[in-house]
């Protein structure tokens, strides 16, 4: 078997140093002394990390196309916190795809459509697949290459629509943006894995991962190492395919900004440096002890880290409900339950509207899964958020006497939509002041499941809150109001 050396510095500056200079160590040399040669290679990053403009310190990441400058967040981290409009900043609008259309790309896919489609892939979600090559498909959040990837996986990871899966098959023929139909096949891939019993064909998620195997792609990439390491999907175990998978996955950003003109970059808000990366590296290094001897002194740090990762996100979720951040996020979560409660008791007094809720309830196997509505938790159960939804569908059938309950019910939704949005964007800046401010991998590993969990959080009150003001606007109802409503209940929540 060959023996690969992966370069054993990288993993040093990977802890201390800002992205640019990691990503830049990444492409310097394949194997290096160390010890020896450590000092030239700090020397070398020093000459390779772009100025500052304007003198700025150390860790921005001017002059590298696809990253922000420290702590300076990014359109999908902050682009607007005016009201309801958060709610359209980091998700993807619904398609304005004709039903028949969707249909017919769903189906080019999958076994179903429409709401069949939407309640199996939820449930399937909310109870999600691991095995040893994906212990947990959310670490692939934000490792795409793209922001129209990103935000096409986050938002179906939430809100597993139809519409939004005919985008996603749509965007694999995309032939002007290769880069976003790598992106677009590295979805179905991973979705298809997770949801196999909606799949057309067995093992739909092997054949379309076999196809990317030889395509240079972050997200891929670390599947491979993965894949290679377990031996899942009947891929022959092999550490040193492992090992090279992971090295070409940690080294694509720099062998993109080489380029000359330079086609790709990542997204601004790609973080799988902390969290893919250092988790594939673990399942490996889990798997076989003895390949940490071939990844250079550095690498028990970050084989450290990786391990100790889990412990820092638990650690900072506990911390984070004591934050101003986090406080926003238990008071919207607070406004579900009360949005909740009163929906239910409109609903059931109305006979054409309980019996509609009822109807597609009746069609749903709810999953409680424990997650959220305990007192100080700030993420609301996402089946309660999904009775919220059907909630909005069966108001369209509303009766004028029970509108201006439903209006309130609007409201509620809409103010919980901006406090979780809100308190999404606070961890993003966070994480990515983290990131690339000085903190390096090792500090920002410890926003991502928490950044993660606002985020599916946040688009599932979006998604609410959206389909309450369409059922609104059907009966002619004026939802004006909506956008002061929604943030005075908020900020009464929060005094």
Avoid at 95 to 119: C, P, T
């Amino acid at each position: 078997m060959k023996q690969y050396k992966v370069r054993g510095a990288n993993f040093k500056v990977f802890l201390s140093k800002p992205l640019v200079a990691v990503l830049a160590a990444c492409g310097v040399v394949f194997a290096m002394p160390a010890h020896a040669q450590f000092d030239r290679l700090l020397q070398q990053l020093q000459k390779m990390v772009p100025p500052q403009q304007g003198g700025g310190a150390p860790g921005g990441a001017s002059g590298f196309p696809g990253f922000p400058a420290a702590g300076g967040g990014s359109q999908r981290a902050g682009r607007s916190d005016q009201g309801l409009n958060i709610c359209n900043v980091h998700m993807v609008a619904t398609s304005n795809r004709q039903a028949s259309e969707i249909d017919r790309l769903v189906l080019s896919q999958f076994r179903v459509s429409g709401e069949e489609f939407f309640n199996e892939a939820f449930n399937s979600l909310s109870r999600p697949r691991r095995s040893d090559a994906i212990p947990n498909l959310q670490m692939f959040s934000g490792s795409l290459e793209t922001q129209r990837g990103n935000a096409l996986f986050s938002t179906f990871l939430a809100w597993p629509e139809p519409e939004v899966m005919a985008e996603i098959i749509a965007e694999t023929q995309n032939r002007s943006d290769p880069q976003i139909a790598s992106d677009a096949r590295a979805i179905l891939i991973l979705v298809h894995w997770a949801v196999p019993s909606l799949s057309r064909e067995p093992n739909a998620w092997m054949r379309l991962a076999q196809e990317m195997r030889s395509v240079q792609h972050v997200t891929a990439s670390c599947l491979w190492a993965r894949l290679h390491a377990t031996g899942e999907g009947g891929v022959p175990v092999s550490v040193g395919d492992a090992l090279l998978a992971y090295q070409q996955c940690s080294e694509i950003p720099a062998v993109y900004k080489s380029q000359d003109p330079q086609i790709k970059t990542l997204d601004s808000e790609n973080y799988y440096v902390a969290g893919l990366l250092p988790e594939t590296l673990k399942i490996i290094l889990d798997r076989h002890p003895r390949a940490i001897s071939r990844l250079g002194p550095f690498a028990r740090d970050l084989k450290a880290a990786a391990d100790n990762m889990e412990g820092a996100q638990q650690a900072y979720r506990q911390q984070f409900v004591s934050t101003p951040a986090g406080r926003t996020a238990a008071a919207a979560t607070q406004l579900v339950t009360r949005a909740e409660q009163i929906g239910t008791k409109v609903i059931s007094n109305s006979q054409q509207m309980s019996r509609s809720f009822g109807d597609m309830q009746a069609n749903l196997k709810q999953s409680e899964s424990g997650q959220g509505n305990r007192e100080g938790e700030f993420i609301p159960n996402p089946a309660i958020q999904q009775r919220m939804a059907m909630m909005a569908a069966a108001s369209k059938n509303a009766e004028a006497p029970e509108v201006a309950a439903l209006g309130e019910v609007r409201q509620l939704q809409g103010g919980a939509a901006v406090g979780l949005t809100r308190a999404r964007q606070a961890v993003a800046q966070e994480m990515f002041g983290s990131l690339f401010g000085g903190g390096g991998m090792a500090s920002a590993m410890k926003y991502t499941r928490v950044f993660q969990d606002l985020d599916a959080a946040s688009v599932r009150s979006c998604r609410a809150y959206n389909s309450f003001q369409q059922a609104a606007r059907a009966r002619n109802v004026s939802t004006q109001q909506d956008d002061n409503g929604a943030t005075s209940m908020l900020n009464s929540m929060m005094k």
